[in-house]
């Protein structure tokens, strides 16, 4: 059931719990105070006074910085950026923050000294949503960097760097991108986050999933290595979806890669459990009953919105709608989607078993048999049938073009589009009924890095190209022994993969302009070491209006 609230549909809370009800009073308060706070702040920095303390609350008596997960933005428009931080002094013990309200003063300016201020405010970092702080700074100019930070009391950021995108009537003539997914904690270290943050001239980084997981690589597998310790158990709950968050973003690394740019990110499984379905857990999920897995999605939801930079209100129960455009000028419409929450559950291969391996089976060619859910489906639709913009993003989890393993329905992975045969088919003809020009779609999930059209038939060379597909490799979860072992039978079994790489980790630098789209995979040499090498083992490039080949 939905309710309107000043414009929006606000879902109701999944459940009759007051908590939630008081909760979401208690938020929409500490924002209005937010708001007055942050006028009086200004007013009082416009009159004269040095730094606005007449408008702030006492800060809390913290023996530590409260800053350990460093900040980041995102979800950036042409006039405004979500500019985020949590505070968390014990950070891997819940935060260990006091259970009081926070005044956090934040400023942005368009020098790298923060000594030419355009906008600053106080947020309110509240307990209920474990003291995360998103600030939607507005009214900026369009196709600029900025500067950043925050500060309590004596504590205060470094400076990050963001910037907005081009307006809407803009015709820019280049964007420089990243695309990364999935980084376990302790197998290895985010070298490639290193070399990421070491790019000069990044306008965005994509996030495709897989942004923390919910065990370890040891717990997951009796036989799983790590370079680096992981003490936390699974998580089940708010504070070990936290702490999980937390241990994640204790790497300097990522720290950096978020300080360098905004982010425009989606989730896939592992921010709530591994393969998981809509209200459907794994087999052999710690939480299997429905209702304990929608508490559990809940708490997984939420974490992941705390800390995330993203123009969302925060969820109150098990479900958030994370499906959201964004524009690059007239050069690129990015469509964020969201995979996950409304696919149904998988009833093909050994259920039992929890096998996401094997034969397509009736009920996945049925027309309600879904992976992005029916509202999604239109609002794709919409969204693709309205874009003018030359080059179409299609930002989203699991891999899109046809894995082949053998003749016949004999096996496919389940999990990724494959396992959704007739969904796939209803988005690909969205594709082609919209006429959006030069659709390019980047996914994650499977670790290794795979480059390949999306064709009309799969199984014919000559058939119609509908997109280019670029598949990013992990930052740092383990690759796909198994996988390997069969790149080559894929391959030949796929006239459409162009290129594969099923051992190294890194990511992909996008490098787009009017004419062309040119990709670079970079990998990583020994990801065991902080300092390996990382090189860019293949080059791609898609003419405007043409077909994929090698750089």
Same mark, same amino acid.
């Given at each position: 059931?939905?309710?309107?609230?000043?414009?929006?549909?606000?879902?109701?809370?999944?459940?009759?719990?007051?908590?939630?009800?008081?909760?979401?009073?208690?938020?929409?308060?500490?924002?209005?105070?937010?708001?007055?706070?942050?006028?009086?702040?200004?007013?009082?920095?416009?009159?004269?006074?040095?730094?606005?303390?007449?408008?702030?609350?006492?800060?809390?008596?913290?023996?530590?910085?409260?800053?350990?997960?460093?900040?980041?933005?995102?979800?950036?428009?042409?006039?405004?950026?979500?500019?985020?931080?949590?505070?968390?002094?014990?950070?891997?013990?819940?935060?260990?923050?006091?259970?009081?309200?926070?005044?956090?003063?934040?400023?942005?300016?368009?020098?790298?000294?923060?000594?030419?201020?355009?906008?600053?405010?106080?947020?309110?970092?509240?307990? $209920?949503?474990?003291?995360?702080?998103?600030?939607?700074?507005?009214?900026?100019?369009?196709?600029?960097? #900025?500067?950043?930070?925050?500060?309590? =009391?004596?504590? @205060?950021?470094?400076?990050?760097?963001?910037?907005?995108?081009?307006?809407?009537?803009?015709?820019?003539?280049?964007?420089?991108?990243?695309?990364?997914?999935?980084?376990?904690?302790?197998?290895?270290?985010?070298?490639?986050?290193?070399?990421?943050?070491?790019?000069?001239?990044?306008?965005?980084?994509?996030?495709?999933?897989?942004?923390? #997981?919910?065990?370890?690589?040891?717990?997951?597998?009796?036989?799983?290595?790590?370079?680096?310790?992981?003490?936390?158990?699974?998580?089940?709950?708010?504070?070990?979806?936290?702490?999980? #968050?937390?241990?994640?973003?204790?790497?300097?690394?990522?720290?950096?890669?978020?300080?360098?740019?905004?982010?425009?990110?989606?989730?896939?499984?592992?921010?709530?459990?591994?393969?998981?379905?809509?209200?459907?857990?794994?087999?052999?999920?710690?939480?299997?009953?429905? @209702?304990?897995?929608?508490?559990?999605?809940?708490?997984?939801?939420?974490?992941?919105?705390?800390?995330?930079?993203?123009? !969302?209100?925060?969820?109150?129960?098990?479900?958030?709608?994370?499906?959201?455009?964004?524009?690059?000028?007239?050069?690129?419409?990015?469509?964020?989607?969201?995979?996950?929450?409304?696919?149904?559950?998988?009833?093909?291969?050994?259920?039992?078993?929890?096998?996401?391996?094997?034969?397509?089976?009736?009920?996945?060619? @049925?027309?309600?048999?879904?992976?992005? =859910?029916?509202?999604?489906?239109?609002?794709?639709?919409?969204?693709?049938?309205?874009?003018?913009?030359?080059?179409?993003?299609?930002?989203?989890?699991?891999?899109?073009?046809?894995?082949?393993?053998?003749?016949?329905?004999?096996?496919?992975? !389940?999990?990724?589009?494959?396992?959704?045969?007739?969904?796939?088919?209803?988005?690909? $003809?969205? !594709?082609?009924?919209?006429?959006?020009?030069?659709?390019?779609?980047?996914?994650?999930?499977?670790?290794?890095?795979?480059?390949?059209?999306?064709?009309?038939?799969?199984?014919?060379?000559?058939?119609?190209?509908?997109?280019? @597909?670029?598949?990013?490799?992990?930052?740092?979860?383990?690759?796909?022994?198994?996988?390997?072992?069969?790149?080559?039978?894929?391959?030949?079994?796929?006239?459409?993969?162009?290129?594969?790489?099923?051992?190294?980790?890194?990511?992909?630098?996008?490098?787009?302009?009017?004419?062309?789209?040119?990709?670079?995979?970079?990998?990583?040499?020994?990801?065991?070491?902080?300092?390996?090498?990382?090189?860019?083992?293949?080059?791609?490039?898609?003419?405007?209006?043409?077909?994929?080949?090698?750089?």
């Amino acid at each position: 059931m939905r309710e309107r609230v000043d414009g929006r549909f606000v879902r109701a809370p999944f459940s009759a719990d007051a908590a939630w009800v008081g909760l979401a009073a208690r938020i929409s308060r500490r924002r209005f105070l937010g708001a007055a706070a942050a006028t009086a702040f200004l007013a009082a920095c416009s009159s004269g006074g040095s730094d606005g303390g007449e408008a702030l609350a006492p800060p809390p008596s913290l023996s530590s910085d409260p800053f350990t997960l460093g900040v980041a933005s995102g979800d950036p428009t042409d006039d405004g950026v979500v500019l985020w931080t949590r505070l968390a002094p014990d950070p891997l013990a819940g935060g260990g923050m006091p259970d009081e309200d926070v005044d956090v003063v934040w400023e942005l300016g368009t020098d790298e000294d923060l000594k030419q201020t355009v906008a600053q405010g106080v947020a309110s970092a509240i307990p $209920e949503l474990g003291h995360s702080v998103h600030v939607d700074a507005s009214g900026l100019d369009a196709d600029r960097p #900025y500067w950043y930070r925050f500060r309590v =009391g004596d504590f @205060e950021t470094p400076v990050a760097r963001t910037r907005t995108m081009p307006a809407a009537s803009a015709s820019p003539g280049r964007m420089r991108m990243g695309q990364v997914s999935c980084q376990r904690f302790d197998p290895v270290f985010f070298v490639a986050y290193r070399d990421l943050a070491a790019t000069e001239d990044l306008d965005l980084v994509v996030h495709c999933g897989d942004y923390i #997981y919910e065990k370890s690589s040891v717990a997951d597998d009796a036989s799983g290595t790590s370079v680096r310790d992981d003490p936390l158990p699974e998580a089940i709950d708010l504070v070990g979806y936290r702490n999980r #968050y937390a241990l994640t973003k204790s790497d300097e690394h990522l720290l950096a890669a978020h300080a360098i740019a905004p982010w425009l990110v989606t989730w896939d499984d592992h921010e709530v459990e591994n393969n998981y379905t809509s209200d459907s857990p794994e087999i052999g999920s710690e939480t299997p009953g429905r @209702e304990e897995f929608l508490a559990r999605r809940a708490a997984a939801y939420q974490a992941w919105w705390e800390h995330t930079p993203v123009r !969302l209100d925060a969820p109150s129960g098990p479900d958030l709608r994370i499906y959201r455009p964004a524009s690059f000028g007239d050069l690129a419409r990015f469509l964020v989607l969201d995979t996950r929450q409304y696919r149904s559950p998988q009833v093909c291969g050994d259920t039992e078993a929890g096998l996401d391996v094997g034969p397509r089976c009736p009920e996945s060619f @049925e027309p309600e048999f879904t992976a992005l =859910g029916d509202e999604q489906e239109g609002w794709v639709a919409d969204q693709l049938a309205g874009s003018d913009a030359i080059w179409n993003v299609i930002v989203q989890q699991v891999v899109m073009q046809q894995w082949r393993f053998a003749p016949g329905n004999t096996i496919w992975n !389940l999990d990724q589009w494959d396992g959704y045969p007739a969904a796939r088919d209803r988005f690909f $003809e969205t !594709l082609r009924a919209s006429g959006a020009s030069n659709p390019v779609v980047l996914s994650g999930d499977v670790h290794s890095s795979w480059v390949g059209s999306l064709a009309a038939d799969f199984d014919d060379p000559a058939s119609e190209i509908l997109a280019t @597909e670029f598949v990013a490799t992990a930052i740092s979860s383990e690759p796909s022994g198994a996988l390997t072992a069969v790149t080559d039978v894929v391959l030949d079994n796929s006239p459409h993969i162009a290129w594969a790489e099923t051992t190294k980790r890194g990511w992909m630098l996008h490098d787009v302009t009017r004419d062309a789209w040119r990709t670079n995979v970079r990998l990583v040499f020994d990801p065991t070491m902080e300092d390996s090498q990382v090189e860019t083992e293949s080059s791609w490039v898609v003419p405007a209006g043409g077909t994929l080949s090698e750089a």
